[in-house]
């Protein structure tokens, strides 16, 4: 069965280190922020200019001023600061971000992503994307492996204007965990009770399939 929005942010917060600094992108990424262990310190980063960014607020912690680069509202951690956007992709830009989680619509066996816009569709624009696969020295992408009819988003080629080229090096969908090798996806984890056909089926691109793939746990 596909992962669901939460499940897929679960995922993603089993990827963070102690001590990490991550900026996560807007949509499923940022709920990564709500599966942190309460063992571990991670600072995310806002390219608004936010670092220390906490769980999402509950109703009665709601602060309109506080927001993350999507307009959500946030809360911050014990020792959050708060900066101009200009210091923010000063750290970005300066390889200062351990990590970024970033959505996609298409991201290809060479490591290249696209996910700022689709020709002829009204899109909120570049945002931070470009700054970060630049910058970032570890990007994880959260995505659908497959369009809503069915279409691979895992391609040998991407066919969107592209974000980054060579970039990408791991991607999680709603139904596997892969790495990009050598110019092929490998395939590392599915999710419970998917099928590694399925993954295979749906898989575009040059698809490497190891002679165990685990299912995912959380």
């Known amino acids: 069965m596909a992962l669901t929005r939460d499940q897929l942010a679960q995922r993603v917060a089993q990827e963070f280190e102690d001590g990490h600094y991550v900026n996560l992108g807007i949509g499923i990424p940022t709920l990564a922020a709500n599966f942190i262990p309460d063992d571990m310190e991670v600072m995310l980063q806002s390219e608004n200019g936010l670092l220390g960014m906490g769980p999402f607020p509950l109703d009665d912690e709601v602060d309109a001023d ?3 680069a999507g307009k959500q509202t946030v809360t911050m951690v014990e020792g959050a600061s708060l900066f101009s956007s200009a210091e923010s992709f000063a750290m970005i830009r300066g390889g200062h971000v351990d990590l970024t989680v970033l959505g996609a619509f298409e991201v290809d066996c060479q490591g290249n992503i696209a996910s700022y816009m689709i020709p002829g569709k009204l899109v909120k624009g570049m945002g931070g994307a470009m700054d970060l696969v630049a910058g ?12 809503k009819s069915g279409a691979s988003k895992l391609l040998s080629e991407c066919t969107l204007p592209l974000t980054g080229k060579g970039c990408i090096k791991r991607v999680l969908t709603d139904l596997a965990l892969l790495d990009i090798e050598g110019g092929k996806f490998v395939l590392r984890e599915r999710a419970p009770g998917v099928s590694i056909e399925e993954i295979a089926n749906l898989t575009s691109g040059a698809l490497v399939i190891p002679d165990n793939v685990p299912e995912m746990t959380f």
């Open 136 to 147: 970032a020295e570890n990007i994880i992408v959260t995505m659908t492996h497959a369009s």
């Open 66 to 68: 506080l927001i993350n």
